[in-house]
């Protein structure tokens, strides 16, 4: 890693010159130093190179660096991201969002963001509205979800799938109506979610199984591990 240069500028020219250098390992640098010691003067600089990082593991580091400081300094600035005219701009804001957790920026997630005409923005507002949705929002939510079904290659598809599995039982209804619909694109989507729906539905039953029998008394333990026995070797005497 190259070290960023620490003489002849004040702290916060060098970082902000940093952020905006040729080589990625100087911006990761300044990205984490950025977020080591949060100054608010920094905060701009942040915000404007997501929405312009070529570098992945840079613009992590800046969405990281963002969560170091105050949500009541940094989400005013991030909201104001997901009204630009750059796609980038809008999905890493939406990224920080889903980072930071902070439940009041639900209703900032607006139906336009859900569908918008790029696919990794709205990839990215399919994974924050699920994870802010307000209890009783899931259904409404699920509405506008399986509008998208259909959409995109099979990676987008599967991200939208996950979406609404990660929104449980409440999106079974929607799913048996689209996957019966006109659109063959769209049912197949539709009844591939559903199939991940009951795995992921078979998956939690049987880890509630598996708690309930860890979490027993020691005697039913003991009750349950003789009556499997006896089973095993009925079935060996056949």
């Given at each position: 890693?190259?070290?960023?240069d620490?003489?002849?500028a004040p ?14 390992s100087?911006?990761?640098q ?6 080591s ?5 920094l905060?701009?600089t ?23 400081y105050?949500?009541e ?5 991030i909201?104001q991201e997901?009204?630009?005219?750059h ?16 439940r ?5 997630i607006t139906?336009?963001?859900l ?6 923005t709205?990839?990215?507002a399919w ?10 929002e ?5 509405d506008e ?8 290659n ?15 039982d409440?999106?079974e ?6 996957a ?5 694109a ?17 998956d939690?039953?049987?880890?509630a199984?598996k708690?309930k ?25 056949r």
């Amino acid at each position: 890693m190259v070290p960023i240069d620490t003489h002849g500028a004040p702290q916060q020219t060098r970082l902000v010159n940093a952020l905006n250098a040729q080589d990625p390992s100087v911006r990761l640098q300044a990205a984490m130093a950025a977020g080591s010691t949060p100054d608010p003067v920094l905060l701009e600089t942040l915000v404007e190179r997501c929405g312009v990082e070529p570098d992945l593991f840079v613009r992590d580091t800046l969405s990281w660096a963002l969560m170091r400081y105050s949500p009541e300094v940094t989400l005013p600035r991030i909201r104001q991201e997901l009204d630009s005219a750059h796609a980038q701009a809008r999905s890493q804001a939406l990224h920080t969002l889903s980072k930071i957790g902070d439940r009041g920026a639900w209703d900032w997630i607006t139906r336009d963001m859900l569908h918008d005409a790029d696919d990794e923005t709205a990839r990215t507002a399919w994974r924050v509205a699920v994870s802010l949705v307000p209890e009783g929002e899931e259904k409404d939510l699920t509405d506008e979800l399986v509008r998208e079904l259909g959409r995109g290659n099979r990676g987008l598809r599967l991200s939208l799938s996950r979406a609404l599995v990660d929104l449980g039982d409440v999106v079974e209804s929607a799913l048996e109506k689209a996957a019966d619909g006109p659109d063959p694109a769209v049912a197949e989507h539709a009844r591939a979610t559903r199939t991940l729906l009951r795995a992921r539905r078979a998956d939690l039953e049987a880890a509630a199984e598996k708690a309930k029998r860890i979490l027993a008394p020691a005697p039913e333990r003991a009750d349950a591990a003789a009556a499997a026995g006896a089973g095993a070797e009925g079935a060996g005497e056949r």
